[in-house]
């Protein structure tokens, strides 16, 4: 099988690693498969149906935006580990929604505005 074959299937890790248990083979392999994702959005929802299906999500954890796996919900790395900077991810597509949760700037981000109730 070729390494481009081998990139294809990679998905969620098959247990809870962060990006400080990873060996350098595995962190490349991580941002050789998330990184054209983030470069290929071209929007938040793209992007968080992009890594959902990869069994991905985005979240802020004390106030840094991290990839957390969707099955465990843990925190997998932050985007400095990818080389990726948020500014630039906000000047290309926008601010993200993030809805806030807890006390220690953690949040969510939402694939779109909520709707207003409004008559």
Do not use: H
């Not at 481009?4 to 990873?22: F, L, N, R, W």
């Not at 990184?35 to 802020?60: H, V």
Request: net charge positive; proline share 3%.
């Amino acid at each position: 099988m070729n390494i481009e074959k081998e990139i294809e299937q990679v998905g969620a890790p098959a247990k809870s690693i962060t990006s400080q248990d990873m060996d350098c083979e595995t962190a490349a392999l991580l941002r050789a498969v998330i990184r054209p994702l983030f470069a290929g959005a071209a929007s938040w929802a793209n992007l968080a149906d992009t890594l959902r299906e990869k069994g991905y999500r985005l979240a802020f954890q004390s106030g840094r935006m991290c990839l957390m796996d969707r099955a465990t919900g843990k925190r997998l790395c932050g985007l400095r580990f990818l080389d990726i900077e948020l500014k630039d991810l906000v000047r290309r597509m926008g601010r993200p929604v993030v809805v806030a949760r807890g006390d220690r700037a953690d949040g969510e981000l939402l694939r779109a505005r909520p709707a207003t109730g409004g008559s």
